[in-house]
Structure formats: structure tokens, C-alpha cells
């Protein structure tokens, strides 16, 4: 079983920053928070990782509480390229046979003109 | 990052038949994944493949009704047998990163798979 929980859907207007959050309260020392997303008839896309620290990229920022049991991902200015499944998922970092995603239900973002 | 093409991209088939998925990557890869996802659904690992070795499945996942292949570093097949109406759904596969994109998983654009 998935070990996140995130809000099934969630509205966003263009150029606005999305926050998209997710619980992981059994989250274990040595695993990280990744986050990938769904575009309509694609393959899931990485975003971002992190495992304590806040995290950005080109694409996103990650904030993890300091207790780490949920994080937020944002989108800083939301696109309609941007409306999406977003998958939240703990998983432990490189190595050996620990490679495997756990997907849950994620959250289906919708960018609004 | 790695590139993964799959072919077919769909496919139509008649129950009772099987369709081997191809799966091919733009550099060399350890381990390569094959997931599915049933509509609306999310996506669920069906097996892990390391070139060389069996593949790793899942549970509720076996052998005999998905077989793969793992004949090199950078190609992988998945065939779905003696299809039923169940198995229609997107089969994707997928690679862990190397370099500085380790660990990140790409994946390819998926098989749509219709069984009548």
C-alpha cells in the first residue's frame, strides 16, 4: 500500500502558485520524498526529491516539515501545461533493490485559465 | 536522462492471445521496470528486470502470465498471456536514472492495451 495520503483534486488559476500537499506520517529515517506527475496519455514525470532539507529545481519547490511527516510541493506559476496527476511517494534512497515506486492515487491538479 | 520508446504504442486484441510489449532505452541501464496502470487507475509494478538474471515479480503477479526478457543492457519485452478483457489497461516500463540523474525514474510513453 501506498504510504501517502494526498487530496484527491485540487483547482489552481493560471500564473498562480500551486501548493500541493501530502502526509507520510510513518515516513522511516532513511526514506525520501519524491514527487512525479501524470500528464493525460503519458508516462509519469519526476519533479523533485528530497529527504529533510527544502529542495528546488527548474520545475518545483519541495518543502518537508521538520518532523518530516508531509511535505508540499509548489509550483511556483502554474501553466496549463501544468494540469496534471501528482504522485506523492516515500521511498528509500539509491541502492540495491530499493528502487521500486509505490504509487497512490495522487492528486489530479487542474490549471484554469 | 534516458529516452524509452515502446512499440507497440496500442494494440487491439482478441482474448485468448498474447502481446509481447517492446521496450527499448537510449543508454545502458541495470534495471529496468514494467508497471501497469488499469483505467483510471494508478500506476502498479508488475516486475523488476535486471539483464542477466529472472525477473523479480510482484506480488499477484507471475511468470507464466507475464514473461519478460531481459536479453541486454538497454532492451527489455513484456508479454501479456492468453489475454482476458482484465488485462486491458497501459503497460509502461521504466529506468532508474545513472549520473547525476540516479535517482530518478524515466518512462516510457506506455502500450494502450484493449483485450475484447
Known amino acids: 500500500d501506498a504510504k501517502t495520503t494526498q487530496p484527491p483534486s485540487m483547482d489552481c488559476a493560471e500564473g498562480r502558485a500551486a501548493n500541493l500537499p501530502c502526509n507520510h506520517s510513518?515516513?522511516?529515517?532513511?526514506?525520501?520524498v519524491y514527487w512525479y506527475r501524470q500528464i493525460h496519455s503519458q508516462g509519469p514525470q519526476y519533479i523533485i526529491h528530497g529527504l529533510k532539507n527544502n529542495e528546488t529545481n527548474e520545475m518545483a519547490s519541495l518543502i518537508i516539515t521538520e518532523d518530516r511527516k508531509s511535505s508540499t510541493l509548489i509550483l511556483p506559476h502554474a501553466t496549463l501545461r501544468d494540469t496534471a496527476v501528482y504522485y506523492c511517494i516515500v521511498r528509500e534512497g539509491s541502492g540495491g533493490s530499493n528502487y521500486k515506486l509505490t504509487f497512490g492515487k495522487g492528486t489530479l491538479l487542474t490549471v484554469n485559465p | 536522462s534516458a529516452v524509452i520508446s515502446q512499440k507497440p504504442s496500442r494494440d487491439i486484441c482478441q482474448r485468448g492471445t498474447s502481446l509481447t510489449i517492446q521496450c527499448q532505452v537510449d543508454s545502458q541501464v541495470t534495471m529496468m521496470f514494467w508497471y501497469r496502470q488499469q483505467p483510471g487507475q494508478s500506476l502498479t509494478l508488475i516486475a523488476t528486470a535486471n539483464q542477466g538474471s529472472e525477473a523479480t515479480y510482484e506480488s499477484g503477479f507471475v511468470i507464466d502470465k507475464f514473461p519478460i526478457s531481459r536479453p541486454n543492457l538497454t532492451f527489455s519485452t513484456l508479454t501479456v498471456s492468453n489475454m482476458s478483457p482484465e488485462d486491458s489497461s497501459i503497460y509502461l516500463c521504466?529506468?532508474?536514472?545513472?549520473?547525476?540523474?540516479?535517482?530518478?525514474?524515466?518512462f516510457g510513453p506506455g502500450t494502450r492495451l484493449t483485450v475484447l
Open positions: 521504466s529506468v532508474e536514472g545513472t549520473g547525476r540523474n540516479y535517482n530518478e525514474q524515466f
Open positions: 510513518t515516513i522511516s529515517g532513511n526514506e525520501y
